[in-house]
């Protein structure tokens, strides 16, 4: 999958970093992006040859919170803490027995937009692939609502729906939908440590995503 895209074809891409604003990449970010990619692999060979999604995901969670530990970001909850609402959560996974390949990323920049003349804009590819992991779809919806509730998005519903997508968000569906949530928000809130990604990232991420990740764990409790 390819990293960048010519900006002489006809595909638009949104490159604006959710929550900051336009600035320039500095050697500490730099490798602080090599690190991230790096964790990124271990983390996929962590869970590769899982036996279930359970397994898969346990694992993928346990690297992420074995991370927390390593780069102590500023956490809402402690974590441990954390680890253990978490963990209420996990027999919730077994009812994903049909593994999808999922991007877990989608949020607007990695979204590709073909537009081509006389025809309707479409989706033409996608990119920055790092977290992709065969599991469960719903995983999905987590980046597409990015920081929201897919569940208010009637239009993108309805329009997977009508192309042959499951999307019913029973007590189980929910329950698995705010493990993810929880998940992503501590990559978010972790990653920024060795990306060094600076104070006005992290004010963002304070004000913006810790409440989310406190949300999310507070549903978790709720539903598990």
Known sequence: MPDSVDSTDST???RADPGSSTRT???GEAA?????????RRVLEAARLAPDWRTAFTALTEAVLADVRRYRPRLPRPVDETARTLRSAHPALDE???PR??????WPGNILVDRPAGQRPRIGGLIDGERMFWGDPLADFVSLALLGNIERDDAFLAGYREAGGWAEFDGPARLRL???????YLIMLTETVPRALGVDHDRWLQQTVAPELVAALEEIRTLA
Not at 32 to 40: F, L, N, T
Not at 178 to 184: G, Q, S, T
């Open 25 to 27: 990449s500095g050697p």
């Open 32 to 40: 602080g992006a090599a690190e991230s990619r790096q964790r990124a």
């Open 96 to 98: 994903v027995t049909v």
């Open 101 to 106: 390949l999922v991007h877990f990323d989608l």
């Open 12 to 14: 638009d891409l949104v």
């Open 178 to 184: 705010a493990l993810y949530r929880a998940y992503l």
